[in-house]
């Protein structure tokens, strides 16, 4: 087993997928912390705040459309789009990002508010605009519309699976099924493949050791890819379960009759062995071509009081119980997180005195706070 230091290390490397090892190489952007310089992006599912130039800000926004469609395309063929629009922030440097997440080495976070709405905030990566990260917490947004009730191994080794989805925009061609390959270089150094029968009995993805959170996306992910290409029948009739809401134990059993959780062990250890070996027909990956109708991205430069609210909410979202961390750095104290906000709060009050008539977002819309109930009414009726 590897070391704390270079399991921390790892951790950051695999949690946040796409961190860059310093400024956002790929986006030489030119945004300013000043809260004057923010503006407001709205697309059909996102509404992204943001203190990149413009045209930077708008090639992201449509790099989240696109990615979104095809994680539907790929793995919810022929479903209804999801309602809702998802929250983002954007920030233009590593350093402004750190300074309201106080994670020196997240590429991105996912912070969920009351009312179950989510809000991913990110910086650009050096090899895209999205990180990883990002992908993968889209993955979340969009499995629990359509499954509301999974077990964390489900949930993150989907989430782990779906983030390596590759797109290429001159041919429209959407493919899921690559290997992860940070989740594998984890299982050949370490040796570690969590068990399934203490995989399914965990509540919690992120453990007090780093090195068994690792463990614990990595077995998620090995789990699932096994099941996607070796077991894919039984996999979908699971999957069927949890959008009727049955409790995922239950699922389980009625989609693998009498299968044994150690005969299950020996059939994943044995297909990681033979992984790296690249046998054909072991690992499939599974394609799409990707049809999106045109959309307009609205762009509208947001008051002082606006962004310093928007950083307030982020801040001060960080400090509740459901904020959901996807990084590995350092999180800021509860005291260190409390002092940001209240600052950003009482300057965003402030402003707002001064300039009470700030207009709002065309098209804003409240439906992303009612995602979990309407995910629960979508999944009765596809039962039905």
């Not at 943001?50 to 090639?59: D, F, K, V, Y």
């Not at 009470?356 to 596809?382: F, I, K, Y």
């Amino acid at each position: 087993m590897m070391g704390w230091k270079a399991a921390r290390r790892w951790l950051g490397a695999t949690l946040v997928c796409g961190m860059c090892a310093g400024c956002s190489g790929g986006l030489r952007s030119r945004g300013s912390s000043s809260p004057d310089e923010w503006i407001r992006l709205d697309t059909p599912h996102f509404s992204i705040s943001s203190n990149l130039e413009p045209r930077s800000a708008e090639r992201i926004a449509r790099t989240l459309e696109e990615t979104r469609a095809c994680l539907l395309a790929l793995a919810w063929t022929g479903a209804s789009d999801p309602r809702g629009r998802t929250q983002v922030v954007v920030f233009a440097r590593p350093s402004e990002f750190e300074h309201f997440v106080g994670e020196p080495t997240a590429a991105g976070i996912a912070v969920s508010h009351s009312q179950n709405e989510r809000t991913i905030a990110f910086r650009p990566g050096g090899e895209s605009d999205v990180p990883k990260v990002v992908v993968h917490e889209l993955a979340h947004d969009l499995s629990q519309w359509f499954m509301p009730l999974q077990p964390p191994w489900f949930a993150e080794g989907l989430a782990v699976y779906l983030e390596n989805v590759k797109f290429d925009p001159a041919t429209r061609q959407a493919a899921m099924g690559e290997l992860s390959l940070d989740s594998l270089r984890w299982l050949g150094q370490t040796g570690v493949v969590i068990r399934a029968s203490r995989l399914f009995a965990l509540q919690n993805a992120v453990q007090q050791d780093a090195r068994e959170t690792v463990s614990f996306y990595a077995s998620s992910w090995l789990l699932i890819h096994y099941l996607m290409n070796q077991e894919s029948q039984a996999l979908g009739r699971f999957q069927l379960g949890l959008m009727r809401l049955t409790p995922w134990n239950q699922a389980w059993q009625e989609a693998f009759p009498g299968l044994k959780l150690e005969e299950l062990d020996e059939r994943v250890i044995a297909y990681a062995k033979r992984l790296p070996s690249g046998a054909e027909g072991l690992a499939k990956t599974f394609g799409a071509t990707l049809t999106m109708p045109a959309f307009e991205v609205r762009q509208r430069r947001l008051s002082a009081a606006e962004a310093h609210g928007v950083l307030a909410r982020l801040s001060s979202s960080l400090g509740l119980p459901m904020a959901e961390l996807e990084n590995a750095g350092r999180p800021a104290s509860g005291c260190e997180r409390a002092q940001r906000a209240r600052r950003a709060i009482s300057c965003a009050a402030r402003r707002r005195r001064a300039r009470p008539t700030g207009d709002r977002a065309p098209g804003d819309s409240s439906a992303s706070r009612g995602r979990r109930s309407l995910a629960a009414r979508r999944a009765r009726a596809a039962a039905r």
